[in-house]
Structure formats: C-alpha cells, structure tokens
C-alpha cells in the first residue's frame, strides 16, 4: 500500500476508482481513517489485521462486525465470521450499503447524504463504466442478463423451458430470502419514487446472497410459495424479471431473480442514460407479445405497461378505434402487457 497516498485511494483502487474523486467520497462516508486502515490490511482474520496494524483485537474485531454491518466487508464463512475480505466490486458495495431494511446504522441524515454520494458516482463514473462494458461484452457476442417472461403470461404455452418459468427457478433454490431493492430505495431516498409499485421489499436473493442478507441483517427468508406470492405482485405491478443469461436455474452471480423497472433499475436506468440500446444489455426472452386485434378495445393499458416502447396505438383497417400494435424488434417478450 505504499504507493498509495492513502487507505482510502489503494481500497478504491482495488474497485477500479482510484482516480476517481466521487467514489472516495463515497468511502469517506463509510469508513473514518482507521477503519479505511483496517480494511486495507484484509483478507484475513481479525488477529491477522492486529498484528499488521499494531491495533487491539477488541477494536478490529468490534470494527469489522460494524463494517460488515455496513456492507463493506465481508466474512469469508456467514456463520463463523473469522476472516474477513472487502467487497469485491464497486455494484456489490453500492448494493448493499444501499440495501438498509431492518438495520439501525443511519440517521435520516445521514441516509440521505449517503445516497447522494452514490447517486453522484452513478450518474457519471458509473455510467460510464457499465456504457463501455456493455458495448464490449455485445462486441464479443456476450448479453449478461436475460428476459424472464411474467409465468402468467405463459400457462398455456406448451414446452416452456425451466430457465424461463420463474416459478421453476425459485422452486430449485436451497435457500430464499427476500430484501429491500436497493435500486428503487435509492431513488425514492432521492425523491424519484418507483412509477410501477410501492411494493417493498419485493427483491429475491438465493444461495449465498441469501446467506449474506440473513447474516448481516437486511434480509428475511421466506418459502417458495412465499416466493410465488411476490413475483405475483411484482408481475401484476408490471416489473419485468431479469436473470441471468444461462440455461440453467441453480443460483449463480448474482444470485438474484430481479424484478426490475427502467425508471429504477440501476443496470437499465444508467445505460439509458449513456443510450445504451436494450440488446447490449438484454437478451430476449423467446416469447413476443401479439395482440388478437378483434379483441382490443382501445383501452392503451398495454401500452402503458410495456417497458420496451413496443406497443403504439395505431389506426386498424376496418375500425373507428386505434388498436395497440406490437413492434416484434422491440418486444423483449416480458408478457406484463398481457397482464390487464
């Protein structure tokens, strides 16, 4: 750490933002000066950092509880917290230290100021950063996430595949909690609540996500069919579920079924702001909505439920009333437009 003017730029460094003026503030916030020490001396078991860093065993103990508390570090087994690492990425910490339910850390004050500082990073250092990653995991043929269509949409389409019924990929995971979405807390403590639900918290974790949110304190583990009752709500409030984009249903990174709308969303939010088109980000789901022309009414629902901008309300040969129209290019196939 020698080369570094400080803790705070080499544990920013380790994140990729060690130029970056907006993203030390944020760790300023997070940390004081000799916490910053502590965790710059990580991997490794609080007895470890002691002796590095000439501090009690108390206070690095009792420092690293808080820290973990706070989403900054990370113990390395949930149920026997002895070692200890910083978290691994920039999106992991503004998640969690963003992801507050049940944990008293914050005055209301303090919240806010926190949540400004993130807000300040991802609207700049950020976005720039996942614009650029996307452009480059779409160069190399890569889409990292994938459309899950809403289950209701799809109960009478045979041979649907278990990667894309959310019912089957809750069903098959060991260990289920549900937490506060960090992406729609952070907007509506910034004064920009969600426009599709107040539902909270709505946000699934699995495996070892599920295993952290228990042990620090955010989360709250529920049933499969506790499961199934949210991504009702989430589907009938018109959230889209994203996944990972891989074929099998096994929790992976980043252990999360999410339910995500564009307004919120950090992924979607942030590449729009950058123009980033939906396909660098997003892979079709292998539904694509149609609408039975002689059925609709006119209403324009759909429209105003679908996320994509895939439905218009057009003049139909042979009728006084504008129909909604799907445009296939745009359709991601997410199915909360069927569900009025």
């Known amino acids: 750490m020698a080369e570094y003017s400080d803790a705070y730029t080499f544990l920013a460094e380790k994140h990729g933002f060690g130029d970056s003026q907006r993203y030390l503030r944020v760790l300023r916030f997070l940390m004081t000066p000799a916490q910053a020490e502590i965790v710059a001396q990580l991997p490794g078991s609080p007895e470890e950092v002691a002796q590095k860093s000439g501090l009690e065993l108390t206070?690095?103990?009792?420092?690293?509880?808080?820290?973990?508390?706070?989403?900054?570090?990370?113990?390395?087994?949930?149920?026997?917290?002895?070692?200890?690492?910083?978290?691994?990425?920039?999106?992991?910490?503004?998640?969690?230290?963003?992801?507050?339910?049940?944990?008293?850390?914050?005055?209301?004050?303090?919240?806010?100021?926190?949540?400004?500082?993130?807000?300040?990073w991802k609207q700049t250092d950020y976005a720039d950063m996942t614009a650029q990653r996307w452009h480059n995991l779409k160069a190399m043929g890569i889409q990292g996430l994938r459309i899950v269509p809403a289950y209701r949409a799809i109960l009478d389409i045979p041979e649907i595949l278990p990667y894309e019924d959310a019912r089957e990929i809750v069903r098959v995971q060991p260990l289920i909690t549900v937490v506060s979405c960090s992406c729609r807390k952070h907007m509506r403590v910034m004064d920009n609540p969600c426009s599709k639900t107040e539902a909270d918290p709505n946000c699934l974790q699995f495996a070892k996500s599920a295993e952290y949110s228990l042990s620090r304190g955010h989360g709250r583990r529920i049933s499969v069919d506790e499961a199934i009752a949210i991504l009702d709500k989430n589907e009938a409030d018109g959230l889209v579920h994203v996944w990972v984009n891989r074929a099998k249903v096994e929790a992976a990174m980043p252990y999360a079924l999410c339910s995500c709308c564009r307004c919120c969303c950090t992924v979607w939010h942030y590449a729009d702001i950058r123009q980033v088109p939906n396909d660098e980000v997003f892979a079709k789901s292998r539904y694509e909505a149609r609408v039975a022309s002689e059925l609709c009414n006119g209403c324009q629902d759909c429209v105003d439920r679908c996320q994509f901008d895939a439905i218009e309300m057009q003049k139909v040969e042979g009728s006084k009333r504008l129909k909604a129209v799907v445009d296939p290019e745009k359709c991601w196939g997410c199915g909360v437009c069927t569900l009025v």
């Open 59 to 120: 206070a690095v103990k009792e420092n690293l509880e808080l820290l973990h508390r706070k989403g900054v570090v990370v113990p390395r087994d949930y149920k026997r917290p002895d070692y200890y690492m910083f978290c691994k990425y920039a999106e992991r910490l503004w998640e969690v230290t963003e992801s507050l339910m049940g944990l008293d850390l914050y005055t209301e004050a303090e919240t806010k100021e926190l949540f400004r500082l993130w807000d300040d």
